[in-house]
């Protein structure tokens, strides 16, 4: 269906998973997810992580209040330092010592219609492998 605005930086039916945290939008293109599985990012001043299921491409965002998580599986991370253990929720990630983390809300789309609503939107780039 057509749209007002459009933008060449993605393809037009690149899949997306999208937010919007401090009143900035925010788009990262699923097949780098998939292939990140955990993705570690700042968006306005929140701290998230998002952490991908590599084969369906679901992606869930996750307030980490400035902490750094490892996978370990689809339902464990590891935080680094110090090695605590939390627990893969549908709505929160909980640690072992009863901490919570909060999921945040994210929308998939696709790239064309996710920018005709929000065109000042910032795209994600993959990160640098040490």
């Given at each position: 269906?057509?749209?007002?605005?459009?933008?060449?930086?993605?393809?037009?039916?690149?899949?997306?998973?999208?937010?919007?945290?401090?009143?900035?939008?925010?788009?990262?293109?699923?097949?780098?997810?998939?292939?990140?599985?955990?993705?570690?990012?700042?968006?306005?001043?929140?701290?998230?992580?998002?952490?991908?299921?590599?084969?369906?491409?679901?992606?869930?965002?996750?307030?980490?209040?400035?902490?750094?998580?490892?996978?370990?599986?689809?339902?464990?991370?590891?935080?680094?330092?110090?090695?605590?253990?939390?627990?893969?929720?549908?709505?929160?990630?909980?640690?072992?010592?009863g901490s919570v983390l909060e999921r945040v809300a994210g929308h998939d789309a696709f790239w064309f219609g996710w920018y005709a609503f929000y065109p000042s939107t910032e795209i994600y780039e993959e990160r640098e492998r040490p």
């Amino acid at each position: 269906f057509p749209v007002w605005l459009r933008s060449e930086a993605l393809a037009t039916k690149q899949r997306v998973f999208t937010l919007v945290l401090s009143g900035r939008p925010k788009a990262y293109p699923v097949d780098i997810l998939k292939e990140e599985r955990i993705t570690h990012d700042t968006l306005g001043s929140v701290d998230i992580v998002l952490l991908t299921n590599a084969q369906s491409g679901a992606v869930r965002a996750y307030r980490t209040k400035a902490r750094y998580f490892v996978l370990v599986s689809d339902t464990e991370l590891r935080e680094e330092p110090p090695g605590i253990q939390w627990t893969v929720h549908e709505d929160r990630l909980e640690s072992e010592d009863g901490s919570v983390l909060e999921r945040v809300a994210g929308h998939d789309a696709f790239w064309f219609g996710w920018y005709a609503f929000y065109p000042s939107t910032e795209i994600y780039e993959e990160r640098e492998r040490p």
